[in-house]
């Protein structure tokens, strides 16, 4: 267990529909990462927070924005699905500092399944 | 374009031998890579990390060695056990603000009784 939890495990919708995906970090964790990975490909980088702010922004769709709050929570929300949004979802967090070399920890993700 | 490559999508090795699982780079910027390894429904694990001005890294049965030059590491097992059987992701980094980890595709290992 690595102290990272998400929430839902696994979420099933429409086309065109919004979700929320919701992230809590390790006990103390300053920093929250969303990584998207589809069907046999890697994980890909959308968006870091540090400490309620936004730090740095990878392929992160305009269709997707995310935030982190005052209790370091994180919610990823996805609005005008596609197919090709259907995807693992993993959230990590990291950090009690902000170093080249901290670990991340990751969730168990959300599996999001767009019909 | 790919930065991070994992050129061998699958892996089988005989119980008690070496995995040897491969990560190619492209960007000479990096200088901070780790392994992470990935069992079904759960999230990636931490496994072992190496910086750049370290060509070798070992713990326990998992030992990482990079090459700056060929912008090339690797992950070795020894003895590889059947609960090693998972995704291996490498990642990599560059220092400075903002930046964070390119992932490769992952290598899936079947280690076999």
């Known amino acids: 267990d690595s102290g990272v939890t998400q929430t839902p495990k696994h979420l099933i919708t429409a086309t065109g529909q919004r979700v929320t995906l919701r992230c809590s970090p390790r006990?103390?964790?300053?920093?929250v990462y969303w990584y998207q990975q589809s069907l046999d490909q890697g994980l890909q980088f959308l968006i870091q927070y540090y400490n309620g702010e936004e730090r740095a922004k990878g392929n992160i769709l305009e269709r997707f924005s995310a935030q982190q709050f005052p209790d370091l929570h994180s919610e990823l929300n996805l609005s005008s699905l596609e197919l090709g949004d259907s995807a693992l979802y993993f959230c990590?967090?990291?950090?009690?500092?902000?170093?080249?070399?901290?670990?991340?920890?990751f969730g168990p993700g959300t599996r999001l399944t767009v019909l | 374009d790919q930065q991070v490559k994992q050129n061998s999508p699958s892996l089988s090795v005989q119980e008690g031998r070496i995995s040897i699982l491969n990560c190619d780079y492209t960007n000479s910027m990096f200088d901070y890579f780790l392994w992470y390894k990935k069992y079904p429904a759960e999230g990636p694990t931490f496994l072992i990390s190496?910086?750049?001005?370290?060509d070798k890294n070992e713990d326990g049965r998992f030992t990482v060695f990079l090459n700056k030059s060929a912008k090339h590491l690797s992950l070795h097992i020894v003895p590889s056990q059947p609960g090693d059987s998972a995704v291996y992701f490498c990642a990599a980094k560059e220092s400075g603000y903002g930046q964070n980890f390119v992932f490769g595709p992952g290598t899936r290992l079947s280690v076999l009784p």
């Open positions: 990590a967090s990291s950090g009690r500092t902000d170093e080249i070399t901290d670990t991340q920890y």
């Open positions: 006990s103390g964790d300053l920093s």
């Open positions: 190496i910086s750049s001005i370290k």
